[in-house]
């Protein structure tokens, strides 16, 4: 039996005795029986109970829908993070020739990358210091914020085409840049514990993934590599493609 059953039933006995209480019949008159109900200090007695039992499980059910819902957000954003990379990578192997100058580049390493300071989804092609809205359920409100970038160096492009790319992708909640400033907000990924709030993601990213991503469906395309790894990890060695 579900709590508000319970409370309108006892609410129910409670007013049956307020208002048909117990009357003894008199001598001569007819014996008139009324239902019994319960008395004031019995009412008094179950509310309080009552009160002490929600006082004791409201708390629990609080903490454990904050962090359902702080886990399906989570899962969210990584899927928004996953398919950030996948449609990177579909363009890097599909070949061809692209630029990927639609992306934010950084010369550093991605992790050194500043969070967004805010959401513009012109701006988030170019520079990093902006990230992209996304209203996932379409009700015009802005649900996530995506800070997709890349590395941009000489040694990653051939012939033109960029052959090896690092990509990095951060994903906040879009409600962060309202109630915080581009100061206190983290670039590492927040950690799912149980919360009675909006737990570490209303100030770091849900979900941060950082891949590296090479074109590998030419036939110079590991010779490309190689140089790549090369110039990018030991600038004193010279890989010779044969």
Same mark, same amino acid.
């Given at each position: 039996?579900?709590?508000?059953?319970?409370?309108?039933?006892?609410?129910?006995?409670?007013?049956?005795?307020?208002?048909?209480?117990?009357?003894?019949?008199?001598?001569?008159?007819?014996?008139?029986?009324?239902?019994?109900?319960?008395?004031?200090?019995?009412?008094?007695?179950?509310?309080?109970?009552?009160?002490?039992?929600?006082?004791?499980?409201?708390?629990?059910?609080?903490?454990?829908?904050?962090?359902?819902?702080?886990?399906?957000?989570?899962?969210?954003?990584?899927?928004?993070?996953?398919?950030?990379?996948?449609?990177?990578?579909?363009?890097?192997?599909?070949?061809?020739?692209?630029?990927? !100058?639609?992306? #934010? =580049?950084?010369? +550093?390493?991605?992790? *050194?990358? %500043?969070?967004?300071? $805010?959401?513009?989804?012109?701006?988030?092609?170019?520079?990093?210091?902006?990230?992209?809205?996304?209203?996932?359920?379409?009700?015009?409100?802005?649900?996530?914020?995506?800070?997709?970038?890349?590395?941009?160096?000489?040694?990653?492009?051939?012939?033109?085409?960029?052959?090896?790319?690092?990509?990095?992708?951060?994903?906040?909640?879009?409600?962060?840049?309202? !109630?915080?400033? #581009? =100061?206190?907000? +983290?670039?590492?990924? *927040?950690? %799912?514990?149980?919360? $009675?709030?909006?737990?570490?993601?209303?100030?770091?990213?849900?979900?941060?993934?950082?891949?590296?991503?090479?074109?590998?469906?030419?036939?110079?395309?590991?010779?490309?590599?190689?140089?790549?790894?090369?110039?990018?990890?030991?600038?004193?060695?010279?890989?010779?493609?044969?």
């Amino acid at each position: 039996m579900s709590v508000h059953v319970l409370i309108e039933k006892i609410v129910k006995l409670c007013l049956r005795s307020i208002t048909h209480p117990f009357v003894p019949s008199e001598k001569g008159k007819p014996k008139v029986t009324f239902e019994k109900g319960l008395t004031l200090i019995e009412c008094l007695v179950a509310i309080a109970v009552i009160a002490s039992t929600i006082g004791v499980i409201a708390p629990v059910t609080i903490l454990a829908v904050a962090t359902r819902v702080q886990n399906q957000r989570a899962e969210q954003a990584i899927h928004i993070a996953q398919s950030e990379i996948d449609r990177v990578r579909l363009t890097v192997e599909r070949g061809g020739s692209y630029t990927l !100058d639609n992306l #934010a =580049s950084t010369t +550093g390493p991605l992790q *050194a990358v %500043l969070p967004p300071e $805010d959401l513009d989804s012109v701006a988030a092609s170019t520079t990093t210091t902006s990230a992209r809205p996304i209203d996932i359920n379409n009700d015009g409100n802005d649900d996530f914020a995506v800070q997709l970038f890349r590395t941009h160096r000489d040694e990653d492009v051939v012939d033109g085409t960029p052959v090896a790319v690092e990509l990095g992708v951060r994903v906040y909640k879009a409600r962060s840049f309202n !109630d915080f400033k #581009a =100061s206190q907000l +983290g670039t590492d990924e *927040a950690s %799912l514990t149980m919360t $009675d709030g909006e737990g570490e993601g209303s100030t770091r990213p849900l979900a941060v993934l950082y891949t590296t991503i090479v074109q590998s469906d030419r036939p110079d395309s590991l010779c490309d590599f190689y140089r790549y790894n090369s110039t990018a990890f030991d600038a004193s060695t010279t890989v010779a493609c044969q």
